[in-house]
């Protein structure tokens, strides 16, 4: 089977990526209106700041929504187990999309309470996923 | 610039998932063009605009094989699949400016039998919308291809306006009902019921199989120029009452917005609807882009035909089918005549407009509206009318 895709490190993602190997979930935050955001950007939108910081999330959050993906549209992600992109809605107000480790898909739940978990996918990459909050 | 561009020629090839049948993607592209050309009453060379759909052709090659010399006006609209519709507000800019005189649109692909969309949009990141985002952010997930994001949507306005899978499929039962109307439809012959649509496998939970548009081969396109010119010309003109694009916002990122159902149609559509001077519920028919029936729900809703997280009950009750209130995908759209990228939509509301629909001719249409909808939801909407 085809090895799962990694982010392309690079720019921004290189930051984002790394924080998360050092097990830290860091988004972006306004310096100057303190707008979180995901995924990063070079400015803010909400008032154009060029400012930010990477600022320490709670690492909480909910599930928004999900698919499953029970028919393989990409040689590294089969049909059976199927996969389930999930998308995330933390505390602070962003999303991002991942998985849930420790749930099956039709266990899956809107605002069920989840928390980040730090997957070392490969020695240079680490992935944040989520599992059920204790 | 109300009433002032119109369309003046269409052209479909023979729609087809057929194993013996062959075309390369260029070649549905020209035979299209040649003839919605054709149709027009022009000569080839009387074509000094080109817009190609994204990805598929080119103007240079486009203008190689049918010999024009005097490329005026040639540009690419890159919002996926509400580029045809798009096209036709630059097309409308350029004609009535006087940068081109005819503007040809052509599209088509071989999508069953050249590369099938799902192989080249899920496994090349340059390919999707977002690009990088959604190299580094989607893709690492298994978010990975065009009815996974929009299922994403789905599944969230189930749980929050009570939508159901009965009413995803009265969209895939009324565009399959059409294509029984249609001879170019690839499903005609194949009449569905709902107990078909809820046996059908899952494909992206809460998408099955029957949500999903078609990968075939076939090409279409259309003519556009200005009032003046199309008086002159073959075929009695359709105007364009109002045309408009959008985007979401963000447009290159589909789970972060702060309102998740708003897309380029939400903006898009009132600018139309003023332009044209007329309301939703004046249209004789709609046809809505059906890459999957829930962007047929979320369109409906935004371009306001009916209000938000009322989508699932408007498309109930045959008020969607021929004979209807608004009768939506009369050649049975992309879930069941073919997937044409959103030209095909075009060519039929001409039809309808034209008195040519044959045994699906929708009594008396004289006002049409047509959508695109593309990538992470941008989107285009025209508003037809067969008289100025």
Redesign the interface.
């Known amino acids: 089977m085809t090895a799962?895709?990694?982010?392309?490190l690079s720019g921004l993602?290189k930051e984002f990526y790394g924080f998360c190997k050092a097990r830290e979930l860091r988004f972006q935050r306004c310096s100057a209106c303190s707008a979180w955001r995901?995924?990063p950007r070079e400015r803010c939108?909400e008032c154009g700041s060029a400012d930010f910081r990477w600022e320490r999330s709670s690492g909480r959050g909910h599930v928004?929504?999900?698919?499953?993906?029970?028919?393989s549209?990409?040689?590294?992600?089969p049909s059976s187990p199927p996969?389930?992109?999930v998308?995330v809605e933390m505390d602070e107000g962003?999303?991002?999309?991942?998985?849930i480790v420790d749930c099956l898909?039709q266990e899956l739940v809107?605002g069920m309470p989840v928390e980040v978990v730090y997957d070392d996918?490969t020695e240079d990459v680490t992935?944040p996923r989520f599992r059920r909050q204790a | 610039m109300t009433g002032r561009a119109c369309i003046v020629g269409i052209g479909e090839t023979r729609y087809a998932r057929d194993k013996t049948w062959s075309p390369t993607t260029l070649a549905l592209n020209l035979d299209a063009a040649a003839r919605a050309i054709e149709d027009a009453g022009l000569h080839a060379r009387d074509i000094d605009g080109l817009m190609p759909f994204p990805g598929l052709s080119n103007a240079e090659e486009i203008a190689a094989n049918l010999g024009l010399e005097e490329v005026a006006f040639a540009s690419t609209v890159h919002m996926g699949g509400a580029s045809p519709v798009a096209s036709l507000l630059h097309a409308s800019l350029a004609v009535t400016s006087g940068a081109a005189k005819h503007v040809l649109l052509p599209a088509g692909w071989a999508g069953y039998s050249g590369a099938r969309a799902r192989q080249t949009v899920s496994t090349e990141a340059a390919s999707m919308p977002g690009g990088g985002i959604a190299r580094d952010y989607y893709i690492p997930y298994g978010l990975t291809a065009p009815p996974q994001w929009y299922a994403l949507l789905a599944r969230r306005h189930m749980a929050e306006f009570g939508t159901r899978a009965e009413q995803l499929g009265a969209i895939a039962l009324a565009m399959r009902k059409h294509a029984q109307a249609n001879p170019n439809a690839v499903m005609r012959g194949r009449p569905m019921t709902l107990e078909d649509y809820l046996a059908s496998p899952m494909i992206a939970d809460p998408y099955r199989l029957l949500d999903c548009c078609l990968e075939t081969d076939g090409g279409a396109a259309v003519i556009v120029t200005s009032h003046e010119r199309a008086r002159d010309l073959a075929r009695r003109p359709v105007h364009i009452l109002g045309v408009a694009a959008g985007q979401p916002y963000p447009a290159d990122e589909i789970v972060s917005r702060k309102d998740l159902f708003r897309i380029g149609l939400t903006s898009a559509a009132p600018r139309a609807f003023a332009a044209a001077g007329v309301r939703p519920s004046d249209a004789d028919f709609a046809q809505i882009y059906d890459c999957f029936t829930f962007e047929v729900v979320q369109q409906l809703e935004e371009a306001g035909f009916c209000k938000r997280g009322e989508g699932g009950a408007f498309v109930e009750n045959g008020r969607i089918e021929l004979g209807g209130e608004l009768p939506v995908n009369t050649h049975g759209g992309l879930l069941s005549e073919a997937h044409v990228v959103g030209m095909s939509h075009l060519v039929e509301a001409v039809k309808q407009l034209r008195g040519e629909a044959g045994e699906r001719q929708v009594a008396g249409a004289e006002l049409g509206v047509v959508t695109g909808f593309g990538d992470f939801g941008d989107g285009s909407i025209a508003i037809l009318g067969s008289s100025s």
Do not use: K
């Open positions: 799962r895709p990694l982010p392309q993602a995901h995924v939108g928004f929504t999900w698919v499953v993906a029970t028919r549209m990409h040689p590294a992600f996969v389930a992109p998308v962003v999303r991002l999309v991942t998985e898909p809107i996918v992935l």
